[in-house]
């Protein structure tokens, strides 16, 4: 019985995970978001995040075990995201579960953000199986060869703004509320995505790797060219959401057929995308590989994932020290996240 908390940015997390006979059950995964606070202010606010997760974090511990049905005294193991993230988020939950594990005795496990969102597909299943790994975030693009639990080979990334940062970038400048990716692919769903034809990076020394800053460049000057760009809105959102998915799938596929992977596993905030979802699926089908989903609770920040990668890293290796600290450059696969 492993209790996790997840505080690496905006959205105070807590989950309570078990493996017993019968497999792996997610007891209860709730989160406390903070949109509302920082939609005003067009992004997170470090400083905001920071107080509000040291309000929201005793009652959502407590409310977790409750929604359980588990005491403190039946939980075994303690966790938290130790990077990567903003610092003085991930003090928070870090200090209160090691806190935890302290005050009780019982062992504690430091998790990579990453790494969470790296497994989340494979929850279900209780176990981390042999594929590739899409991360599509905020913050992170990253394309992961993954051959075990804590075997992983990093095969790309971007090497300026992440997917997610895109559409957050292309949301302001259309006046979107933030975030802005829900809006974008919402506003999509009504244009033509062969409206504006928006360019497609192509990197030849590091094909696997990706690029949207010149995309979005080429959205903000297409903008300046518009006498009136919100009567465009949905065609605009529809041609810049393509551009991002025909990336995104194009190097997937590729980088499967680098490491003969049969299975495609894709995870983070964008992978809520409908769109990427079924354009991905349907490549997949058509190269005669499978396609694995985080499920859509798992897909944003969350504990959920935090709990199924320190259970994974519970049966793998031994318990960190208390010492452990933060970490919010934290690196995956050796390279740092971008």
Same mark, same amino acid.
């Not at 496990?109 to 590739?132: A, C, I, T």
């Not at 995505?193 to 000057?221: E, I, M, Q």
């Not at 905030?269 to 798992?298: D, F, Y």
């Given at each position: ?18 493996? /017993? ?45 409750? /929604? ?136 030849? /020394? ?133």
């Amino acid at each position: 019985m492993l209790l996790a908390i997840e505080s690496s940015c905006d959205e105070t997390a807590v989950a309570v995970i078990r493996r /017993d006979a019968d497999g792996v059950s997610l007891l209860t995964s709730l989160i406390s978001s903070q949109i509302e606070i920082h939609r005003e202010f067009g992004g997170v606010v470090p400083e905001v995040a920071c107080r509000n997760h040291a309000q929201r974090i005793r009652p959502l511990v407590q409310a977790a075990l409750e /929604d359980a049905g588990v005491a403190l005294d039946n939980i075994t193991t303690f966790a938290a995201t130790r990077g990567p993230g903003l610092a003085s988020s991930l003090l928070v939950g870090l200090s209160y579960a090691k806190g935890l594990a302290a005050a009780t005795g019982k062992s504690f496990y430091g998790v990579n953000h990453m790494e969470g969102h790296l497994l989340s597909p494979f929850l279900d299943s209780g176990k981390s199986e042999p594929h590739l790994g899409l991360i599509v975030s905020g913050g992170h693009t990253l394309l992961i060869d993954v051959r075990s639990f804590g075997d992983y080979r990093l095969l790309g990334r971007t090497i300026d703004d992440a997917a997610g940062e895109a559409f957050d970038k292309v949301g302001r400048m259309l006046e979107l509320p933030y975030p802005g990716g829900p809006e974008i692919e919402k506003h999509a769903r009504e244009g033509n995505p062969k409206a504006f034809r928006f360019p497609r990076a192509v990197l030849k /020394d590091d094909p696997l790797n990706f690029s949207f800053s010149g995309l979005k460049t080429a959205v903000l000057y297409q903008l300046q060219k518009l006498e009136d760009p919100q009567s465009h809105l949905a065609d605009i959102c529809a041609s810049f959401q393509a551009s991002v998915i025909e990336s995104l799938v194009k190097k997937t596929l590729l980088a499967a057929k680098e490491t003969s992977h049969r299975i495609i596993a894709i995870s983070g905030g964008v992978a809520c995308n409908k769109a990427l979802q079924e354009a991905l699926a349907t490549a997949v089908e058509k190269e005669g590989l499978e396609l694995r989903l985080s499920p859509p609770a798992l897909t944003t920040d969350n504990a959920g994932m935090i709990a199924f990668a320190a259970l994974l890293a519970s049966e793998n290796r031994t318990p960190d020290d208390l010492n452990i600290g933060i970490d919010p450059n934290l690196k995956v696969c050796g390279v740092a996240n971008r």
